[in-house]
C-alpha cells in the first residue's frame, strides 16, 4: 500500500455508508447575503389562516410583531359553533380578525338543501362573516342522496354562488391539492418525505382526477361571472404558473392566495416574479400556518429580498426537499399583495 492509498482508505472509513434518507439533512455552505426582514415593508392582511383553536388574545401580540394589520380566520367550524367562533374574534378585536365560513353538506340528502345554505349563508354574513369556503371534500367525497360523488360544477348548487354573489362575499375554492399528492408515493415523488409523513394526504387512485376537478371548478368561476372566486393556494396549480395567469386572464373575478405555497414560488423565482408583476391585482397573501414570528419573517424574506436559498416556512414536516429564493417584489406590488387586494375582498375601503 503506498502512502496514497492509505489516506484514501482513511477518508471512506469515515463516511456514513447507510445513511437513511430521513436523516440526511445537508448545511448549505454557501456565503451569500442574508436579509431578516423583521417587518414587512407595508402593513399585511393574512387572507388565509385557520384559528378555532386559538384563543385571540394569544394571536394579537404575534400580529403586532409582524406588521399584520388584520387576519382572516377561515373557521372550520359549522352550524351554532361557528357563529360562536366568529363573535369570539370579531368581539376580541374587530378591526384585527375577519372571517370566512365554512361549506356546511350537513343535510346534504335533503330536497330542500340548497334553501337551508342559502339561509346559513345569511346568518354567516350577518354575524360578520366576509366569504365562504368550500373545501376539497366537495368533488372528491360529499354523496348526494342518490350516494353519488357531487360534481363541483352541478347545478344545483348554482343558487349558492349566486347567492354568495347578492350577499357581496366571494368564494374561496381549495380543491385538490399539489399535483405530487395525485402520484404514487415513491422514489419519484418531489414531495416523497411529506407524504411517508402523511400518507393520509394521498389522492392517487382517488376516483377523480385533479385536471377533471380542477375543470369542474373552473367552469363554474366562469358561469359566474358576478361572484368572486378566491382560488386558495394559488388555485392549487402552483407547479403551473402559466396555467393559472392563463385562468385569471380568462376570469376577472378570480383572484388567488399564496398560502401555504412559499415552498413552490421560492423555487420558481424567476417565473414566479413575472406572474407576482403581470397579476400583481389579484394576488393576496396568505400564511395557512398557524402564526408565528419566525414563519411570516419567511415569508416577507421571499417577497422582498434578492436573497438565495433558503429554508421555506412550512410545518413541521418539509413539503419537499429544496430551497427557495427571494422574489424581491417592488413596492407597488407588495402593497397590493401584502394588503390592498384583500381589503377589496373583505369590501373594506383603504385608509
Ligand atoms: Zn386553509
Request: glycine share 4%; net charge negative.
Amino acid at each position: 500500500m503506498c502512502p496514497d492509498d492509505k489516506f484514501v482508505a482513511m477518508v471512506n472509513a469515515k463516511v456514513e455508508v447507510d445513511l437513511r434518507l430521513s436523516d440526511f439533512t445537508p448545511r448549505s455552505e454557501l456565503k451569500v447575503p442574508v436579509h431578516t426582514i423583521k417587518r414587512p415593508r407595508f402593513p399585511v392582511i393574512d387572507y388565509h389562516n385557520h384559528l378555532d383553536s386559538l384563543e385571540p388574545e394569544a394571536v394579537l401580540p404575534i400580529l403586532d410583531a409582524c406588521g399584520i394589520e388584520k387576519i382572516v380566520n377561515i373557521t372550520m367550524r359549522t352550524g351554532q359553533e361557528a357563529l360562536d367562533t366568529l363573535d369570539r374574534f370579531h368581539r376580541t378585536a374587530p378591526d384585527r380578525f375577519a372571517s370566512i365560513g365554512w361549506m356546511d353538506w350537513t343535510g346534504i340528502e335533503r330536497p330542500d338543501f340548497v334553501a337551508l345554505t342559502l339561509d346559513r349563508l345569511e346568518q354567516l354574513v350577518e354575524h360578520g362573516a366576509r366569504g365562504i369556503k368550500f373545501w376539497k371534500d366537495c368533488g372528491l367525497s360529499v354523496r348526494d342522496a342518490s350516494g353519488q360523488l357531487l360534481r363541483i360544477d352541478d347545478e344545483r348548487l348554482a343558487p349558492i354562488f349566486d347567492k354568495a354573489a347578492a350577499l357581496g362575499i366571494p368564494v374561496m375554492f381549495h380543491t385538490a391539492d399539489p399535483d405530487a399528492f395525485f402520484t404514487p408515493i415513491d422514489r419519484f415523488n418531489e414531495r416523497y418525505e411529506e407524504l411517508a409523513a402523511h400518507p393520509e394526504w394521498s389522492f392517487h387512485g382517488a376516483p377523480v382526477s385533479k385536471a377533471e376537478l380542477l375543470a369542474q371548478r373552473n367552469r363554474v368561476i366562469a358561469r359566474h361571472p358576478k361572484t368572486t372566486f378566491v382560488g386558495a393556494h394559488i388555485a392549487e396549480s402552483s407547479e403551473d404558473l402559466a396555467a393559472v395567469s392563463a385562468l385569471l386572464d380568462q376570469n376577472p373575478n378570480l383572484y388567488v392566495d399564496i398560502s401555504a405555497r412559499a415552498a413552490e414560488l421560492g423555487r420558481q423565482p424567476y417565473t414566479a416574479r413575472k406572474f407576482f408583476l403581470k397579476h400583481a391585482d389579484r394576488i393576496v397573501f396568505g400564511a395557512d400556518l398557524l402564526p408565528e414570528v419566525e414563519m411570516y419573517r419567511l415569508y416577507y424574506r421571499m417577497l422582498e429580498t434578492a436573497d438565495e436559498y433558503f429554508d421555506y416556512p412550512t410545518h413541521a414536516s418539509r413539503q419537499g426537499r429544496w430551497q427557495i429564493y427571494g422574489l424581491f417584489l417592488p413596492e407597488d406590488v407588495l402593497r397590493k399583495v401584502y394588503r390592498e387586494n384583500a381589503l377589496q375582498l373583505l369590501n373594506l375601503s383603504p385608509c
